[in-house]
């Protein structure tokens, strides 16, 4: 039924003198936003950022036709932020990718071809290299966007199908650090609490997170926290005055990379005052150094003598004060619950381990952990990182529930829920993310499957690792739904895939929190979902490498239509055999219970009763966690069961302030840091094709310090050349009170190649967690021209 | 009654009348005409509010003080881009984050009969 | 087109017939009535002067006691009289000039 403008305007007469009368009129309309039509709403999450908002699309006739919050969603209360309302208006953008295009070298021209053909060059090539230069010729670099289904398919093809752990994915350059820096110090991968935390926080620090442009709908609920209980204590530490500033009581503004010292200073300030929690220590805690040597409280403190407040505000330079430091370090460990909340600004750092490290020693210090709006949480950057990658085995070192790879029994169980024989999956951690690009500047990977992310455009120094890509070396295929820079450069074989809401899948969002966003719509004709390609892929694998293990992989899924049977299956596996009795037990939530919620399931969730209620809201504390419960070691209130701490303890880590990989000098005077814009998601292939959200920040620009610009003549909008040791970009310069003296700061979505910061950026990486340093490297920069009128840019 | 009714009627025509004419008037600032001055493509990648903090300053200040101006809402969100332009933003489009209060609301009442557009105060308070 | 809602009043005991002789106008839409007499009425009119019309033919019934207007639409009309031609494009545009890259 299609309501006309005349037929609208009757209804609204009706409505208004109905309303005069109280009176109900017979047609069942909720007002004109609301106004009956046939539009089915269908539920699913947003996928573009880490925080799960839950969304309903609605859909007429088959199309996408409008959006809105599910407000009963514990993540969102139905708020959005504009990426989400506006992400459906892609779906049916021309540009859609809906037919496989091949070249036989880099240089040539795509040519459309058909899906047989393309499986079929997919399958040689890649069965070609193993027969030839063994399995770990062979990767796949996968994305915090793929569903669960997907990374967890992908991975058992790569690792029980081709025997290779070259599985890798870009959470490397965004959770990496988070995940080693919970292990280390928890002894468990994720946060021990969640969102609910934010309503019941009285002192809320954010360090390195720009939240309110990041994880815009997670800071609305700050917002609220903040302006409905003035007396709740916003801190932000950043080198940046950002937007998320505007809401924090005080702001930290320091040189880049002294955060380590400063959070050393308020552990300082804590002991030095006796604010610490002797009892909680005493009962919870252990003190480490070094790799992982034990020492005692007494060398835990003498080491924090090099970080008096005073000494650390030199350290850190800037506005901080030796009495910010303290009053900051009172706040945080006398308030009656404080929740700390970080992002890229730790976790993409050379030192990205110890800075997370640092932030969980002050919750551990002063047990401001466990308890209500207490608690050390990490915001993921997208929205699978943590459910797909994370728990799924989607990176090279991990299997599937948390399950480290060199761990031989892990590995039998997990060849066992395969029925794969055993030893099938290899010992030897795979390639990480950088060592896997390198290996392809080598020559070393002879094919390659990018699924669903731009490692052209997002890795760190990216010119140095898109020569290799570039190279007729590797054969790449890449899946997606839009030309990326990684498409129009890297690819052999582009594989148009499924959209979000096309597809039926699980994302798993910072809280441990898994939702399910079942198929709302078709794909254009054409698009394939991922999980109908990997499993027809395998298939022909099997033939061609003529191994019945291969075809074992696929076993349980052969003949499931690829809509939601053959997702569901591939949860059941996963989530039935593969989470059970791990801490991130998801057996309780199959996709029954997940579709039954407005949200979804917090793990550890082991039974479908319990899942119903939402899951777990604190892990380790007996009578919330029903894992402390099962596995505890004694009478006490919290139980850290977390595998990688045998001693079931929290470990407070010494770790001394350390520079960033480069520093500024004479030739690269500035630091360089780069962040998320709001109105834009990564690379822009998506954002960057609605008209709302590309005109809102159509190209990236350099925001330079008031100082620095009129020191070297740089007005608003000139052109301003950044170059550093590995690349250049021309962008036009904002000048504004943002970045502290010394330091610049760009966005990185932008797709031309004048503006690609990712040619600037430093692929230094974190030694223990091989996260590059995206936010801090050495550059130069000087005026080139005055203002110029710039052209988005999309591949 | 029946003279009211004939009275609302002429108020509401003239009510219509001077706000369509006006907009014929000369061009120059929003706020004088009620039009837009004119724009090219390049001018259209200059962000709403970039202009309006200086051509619409209370406005801007309405918006940038309140709780959407804080939580990032921006311009677009509620009245489109220039191809979907509305002044006046569709309910429906309130409801895409605020479903309930929408439900909650008299059927024949737009948003802001109760919360001053941009700066959302209630008007009672 | 111009479209209007009303609540007509009638005494309670001549609702039925009311609504029939309303009805009988044409271009008059009956949604709903109460008890009390109040009927919930929509007109769908050629133009102002006509929907004058409508409304004076409405108050003419004898079982009708008021007639009173909620909701008024005039927007093709208004914008006509006013512009003598319909331009809904609320951002006039300039030619287009051509943007240009910094390469």
Redesign the interface.
């Known amino acids: 039924m299609v309501q006309t403008r005349r037929d609208f305007l009757k209804r609204t007469a009706a409505l208004s003198a109905a309303s005069y009368l109280g009176m109900l009129l017979p047609f069942n309309s909720a007002g004109e936003a609301l106004a009956a039509d046939d539009t089915v709403w269908h539920r699913g999450s947003c996928r573009l950022c880490g925080t799960g908002c839950r969304l309903e699309l609605g859909v007429k006739n088959g199309l996408p036709t409008a959006l809105r919050g599910v407000p009963e969603s514990r993540t969102n209360m139905g708020f959005l932020c504009m990426k989400g309302m506006l992400f459906w208006k892609v779906m049916n953008h021309t540009d859609r990718l809906t037919t496989p295009l091949y070249r036989a070298k880099k240089s040539d021209k795509f040519k459309k071809i058909s899906w047989d053909e393309a499986m079929n060059i997919a399958a040689d090539k890649f069965a070609g290299a193993v027969k030839e230069h063994g399995p770990n010729s062979v990767a796949y670099y996968g994305s915090g966007q793929a569903l669960t289904e997907e990374t967890y398919f992908f991975q058992k093809i790569f690792r029980g199908g081709l025997q290779t752990n070259n599985v890798e994915g870009n959470p490397r350059l965004c959770m990496a650090s988070a995940t080693a820096g919970y292990m280390t110090s928890f002894g468990a991968d994720e946060p021990i609490g969640g969102y609910a935390d934010i309503e019941k926080a009285d002192c809320i620090f954010i360090i390195g997170s720009n939240m309110a442009e990041a994880h815009p709908v997670i800071f609305r609920r700050v917002m609220r926290r903040k302006l409905d209980n003035p007396k709740v204590t916003v801190i932000n530490a950043d080198p940046r005055i950002s937007l998320t500033s505007r809401i924090a009581d005080i702001h930290l503004q320091f040189n880049p990379g002294t955060d380590l010292a400063l959070l050393n200073a308020l552990a300082y300030v804590i002991i030095d005052e006796k604010l610490h929690n002797e009892q909680f220590i005493k009962d919870y805690v252990a003190f480490k150094k070094g790799k992982e040597e034990s020492c005692d409280f007494e060398e835990y403190k003498k080491s924090l003598a090099d970080y008096t407040p005073e000494k650390a505000a030199t350290i850190m330079g800037g506005k901080v004060t030796a009495d910010q430091i303290r009053e900051v370090a009172r706040k945080f460990a006398t308030s009656k619950g404080t929740l700390s909340m970080w992002t890229m600004g730790l976790n993409q750092r050379k030192q990205g381990v110890w800075a997370n490290n640092l932030i969980h020693n002050l919750h551990i210090l002063t047990g401001q952990l466990l308890k209500e709006g207490a608690d050390s949480l990490s915001l993921t950057g997208q929205p699978n990182a943590c459910g797909g990658v994370r728990e799924a085995g989607g990176l090279c070192h991990i299997l599937p529930g948390h399950r480290p790879i060199e761990k031989e029994p892990l590995r039998n169980q997990v060849e066992e829920a395969w029925g794969v024989p055993k030893g099938r999956i290899p010992a030897e951690p795979g390639l990480h993310t950088m060592a896997m690009f390198t290996a392809v500047n080598e020559g070393k990977i002879k094919a390659m499957w990018i699924n669903c992310t731009s490692p052209v455009q997002s890795l760190p120094n990216c010119d140095l690792y898109n020569k290799g890509m570039a190279k007729d070396d590797t054969f790449i295929v890449c899946t997606d739904i839009f030309p990326t820079k990684t498409t129009e450069l890297a690819a052999n074989l582009v594989l148009p895939t499924a959209f979000h809401f096309e597809k039926t899948g699980v994302y798993g969002c910072t809280e441990r929190r898994s939702q399910i966003t079942r198929k709302a719509i078709n794909p254009p004709k054409g698009a394939r979902p991922e999980v109908e390609i990997i499993r027809d892929w395998a298939a022909l694998l099997a033939k061609k490498l003529n191994d019945p293990v291969i075809t074992q992989c696929i076993k349980p899924f052969e003949g499931l239509e690829p809509e939601y049977a053959l997702p569901k299956a591939i949860w059941d596996e996963y989530s039935q055999k593969l989470t059970k009795g791990r801490d991130n037990d998801l057996s309780g939530a199959p996709y029954e219970v997940l579709e039954g919620m407005f949200d979804g399931v917090q793990w550890p969730a082991p039974t479908a009763e319990y899942a119903k209620t939402g899951g777990t809201v604190k892990k380790f504390v007996r009578g919330m966690d029903p894992l402390a419960e099962k596995l505890k070691t004694d009478d006490k209130p919290y139980q850290f069961y977390g595998a990688a701490h045998p001693d079931h303890k929290l470990w407070v880590w010494l770790r001394p302030q350390a520079n960033p990989a480069e520093m500024p000098d004479a030739d690269y005077p500035f630091y360089l840091s780069t962040g998320r814009i709001i109105d834009h998601w990564h690379t822009m292939s998506i954002t960057g094709r609605i008209p709302e959200l590309l005109r809102a920040n159509p190209y990236a620009y350099i925001e330079i310090n008031p100082k620095d610009a009129t020191r070297l003549g740089i007005k608003p909008g000139d052109m301003v050349e950044i170059t550093s040791r590995r690349g250049t970009n021309i962008m036009p310069a904002k000048v504004y009170e943002g970045p502290i003296e010394g330091m610049v700061f760009a966005y990185w979505h932008d797709q031309h190649p004048d503006r690609m910061i990712n040619k600037v950026t430093i692929d230094a990486i974190d030694p223990g967690s091989k996260q590059p340093e995206f936010k801090i490297c050495a550059c130069k920069i000087k005026k080139v021209s005055g203002p110029q009128a710039l052209k988005p840019y999309i591949t | 009654m029946r003279t009211s009714f004939r009275f609302t009627l002429l108020l509401a025509f003239l009510c219509l009348v001077w706000t369509c004419a006006s907009a014929q008037g000369s061009e120059g600032s929003a706020s004088k005409t009620g039009k837009h001055p004119e724009i090219t493509e390049q001018e259209k990648l200059v962000a709403c509010s970039e202009c309006h903090q200086t051509a619409t300053p209370e406005v801007y200040k309405q918006w940038f003080d309140s709780l959407h101006g804080i939580g990032m809402v921006k311009c677009y969100q509620c009245h489109g881009t220039f191809e979907n332009f509305n002044v006046e933003p569709a309910v429906s489009v309130c409801a895409t984050c605020h479903k309930k209060m929408v439900e909650k609301c008299p059927k024949d009442q737009k948003c802001w009969a109760c919360h001053k557009p941009h700066s959302f105060k209630r008007a009672n308070k | ?1 111009v ?5 007509v009043q009638c005494q309670p005991q001549s609702q039925q017939d009311t609504v029939a002789a309303l009805e009988a106008i044409g271009q008059v ?1 009956v ?2 009535a ?1 008890e009390k007499g ?1 009927i ?3 007109v ?1 009119a050629e133009s ?1 002067a006509d ?2 019309k409508i ?1 004076k033919r409405m ?1 003419k019934l004898e079982q009708v006691l ?10 093709d009309e ?2 006509k ?3 003598g031609e319909l331009s809904p494009d ?8 051509k ?5």
Do not use: C, H, Q, W
């Open positions: 087109m479209i209007a809602g009303f609540v839409e949604f709903g109460d109040n919930v009425t929509v769908d102002s929907l004058e409304v108050e008021t007639v009173g207007l909620t909701y008024l639409n005039m927007e208004a914008e009289i006013a512009l609320p951002f006039p545009r300039k030619p287009l000039k943007a240009t890259m910094t390469t």
